[in-house]
């Protein structure tokens, strides 16, 4: 009886959020020289996480090169950039504040001058200098008395240099700002890259009623589910705050492995497994051993929040449309093969549930009917009550150019509140970077040792040989 009035209530807010998603959208869709926030954008320029957290939502992309532009030739590429396409209103503009808790994007006047104050030009000697950098650059805040991005040209005198982009999370999702910079970051042709998600409603995969009605219980009762306590957790009564920093955040990549690799394990266990299930399941055990080898403890249930990038109108790419999915990472399966199948049909009913759009509607209704403090607490007890934030992005296929430069890596440092891992592939290469605030996970650069480990035993249980994770 209880389920079925939750499903109900549940259901009239899911409209409810629907309608104002749809409002939203009608007045939000013109590009002006001021443009209010939508109420995802608004929510992370506002920071839903505790102060003690000491953290800000903030995307980072580094770029491997052989060699890099100067500043002057890529703030004039940047100003060519922002100026050419009015879409691109937010990165033109800081931000004001509007009334009490609102604010919208306002352009500044001086562009050029702002883009030239947000680019940096660093000098190191070597790759472990360059990674000290970069580590140590992401765990820092971005102004916000300006433009809500910047830049980093680190020249290296020992190996390979690196362009570092960051972002602001108000001003867009992941994909919407790599597509928003196509005329910079180019196929090897020079075609523009583009990579975001579109609608396209013959690739959708269709809806079932038993799974929305799962998801809609899923969502419900969500508040009162937690993962095993353990150090990934972090209970309040040992770290003083379940989401406190303690140390430093630090970052630990795996080596590239090949893509190939994993589709071959994909294919041999069947059954429509995809990538991103077995590298799922692998991160699943990889955290189980961890914890093992760590605390000696047992878990019995380890989740992660899976961040889905949702389709939006090809001329309104740079914005917030996406939403968290809970997946059960099903660590206390031993055997990796059935793990990764538990994973598969798990992700399938996710698929079937239009969970990701639900959760949208939720915390537009959210927004809508509750105060900034609620809406920080059920943030925050979204993330404390989950292991790992995990993503995996499906990157450039081959290699591009930023710049008309050739790019030999790419990666994506995303300090969080909880232990983030974030998997890219790119040019037939995948990589995996962690990063964790080392004061509540020790040594974070065996996580990437372990990931490794736990690849190769589910491509051993899928009869597929070690020596091709070898790239050549």
């Known amino acids: 009886m209880i389920n079925a009035l939750a499903v ?21 869709d013109p590009p002006v020289i001021r443009r209010k926030m939508s109420f995802q954008s ?66 500044i006047e001086d562009l050029r001058g702002g883009l030239s104050r947000v680019v940096h030009v660093e000098i190191v000697p070597d790759d472990d200098a360059r990674n000290a950098l970069v580590e140590k650059i992401v765990g820092t805040n971005l102004p916000l008395n300006g433009l809500l991005h910047s830049y980093y040209l680190i020249h290296n005198h020992g190996g390979r240099s ?16 790599i597509d928003s910079y196509s005329n910079i ?18 690739r959708r ?25 353990t150090l990934l957790t972090c209970s309040s009564d040992e770290t003083g705050g379940p989401l406190k920093r303690i140390g430093t955040r630090k970052l630990a990549r795996t080596l590239p492995f090949p893509l190939e690799y994993v589709k071959a394990i994909k294919n041999s266990v069947g059954n429509g497994c995809t990538v991103n299930d077995v590298l799922t399941a692998v991160l699943g055990g990889c955290l189980k051993k961890y914890v093992q080898e760590t605390t000696n403890g047992q878990p019995l249930k380890l989740r992660a929040l899976v961040p889905v990038v949702l389709p939006r109108k090809k001329s309104d790419m740079l914005r917030n449309r996406w939403s968290f999915v809970s ?33 949208l509607a939720f915390h537009s209704i959210g927004e809508a009917l509750t105060s ?39 990666s994506i440092p995303f300090p969080n509140v909880r232990l983030q891992a974030i ?41 597929i040989s070690s020596s091709q994770m070898r790239l050549p």
């Open 185 to 202: 970051l180019t196929l090897e042709d020079g075609s523009p890259l583009v990579h975001g998600k579109t609608d396209a409603k013959g």
């Open 327 to 359: 997946v059960d990472l099903h660590s206390q399966v031993d055997d990796a093969k059935s793990r990764l199948l538990d994973v598969h049909n798990e992700m399938e009913v996710i698929k079937a549930s239009g969970e990701a759009l639900l959760t």
């Open 205 to 229: 995969q269709p809806l079932k009623l038993g799974a929305v009605l799962k998801a809609l219980v899923k969502l419900v009762i969500a508040p009162f589910i937690s993962d095993s306590k």
């Open 42 to 107: 608004r929510s992370l320029y506002q920071n839903m996480f505790p102060a003690d957290a000491e953290i800000m939502s903030i995307i980072n992309a580094e770029f491997e090169m052989s060699y890099l532009p100067s500043k002057d030739e890529f703030v004039s590429q940047l100003m060519d950039l922002c100026s050419e396409k009015p879409e691109l209103v937010r990165l033109r503009s800081r931000v004001e504040e509007v009334g009490s808790s609102d604010y919208r994007f306002t352009e």
């Open 162 to 177: 690196a362009v570092l982009f960051r972002f602001h999370h108000a001003l867009g999702d992941a994909m919407g700002l």
């Open 372 to 410: 900034l403090s609620m809406k920080r607490r059920i943030i925050s007890n979204q993330f404390a009550s989950h292991s790992v934030v995990f993503s995996n992005v499906q990157g450039p296929l081959s290699r591009v150019k930023l710049c008309g430069i050739p790019v030999e890596h790419i």
């Open 8 to 28: 109900v209530v549940s259901a009239v807010a899911v409209i409810l959020g629907f309608v104002s998603l749809r409002k939203r959208r009608e007045t939000d």
């Open 423 to 463: 998997a890219l592939s790119y040019n037939g290469e995948v990589t995996v970077t962690f990063c964790a605030d080392d004061g509540r996970l020790p040594n974070p650069d065996r996580l990437t040792k372990l990931f490794m480990e736990e690849l190769e035993v589910l491509g051993s249980a899928a009869n």
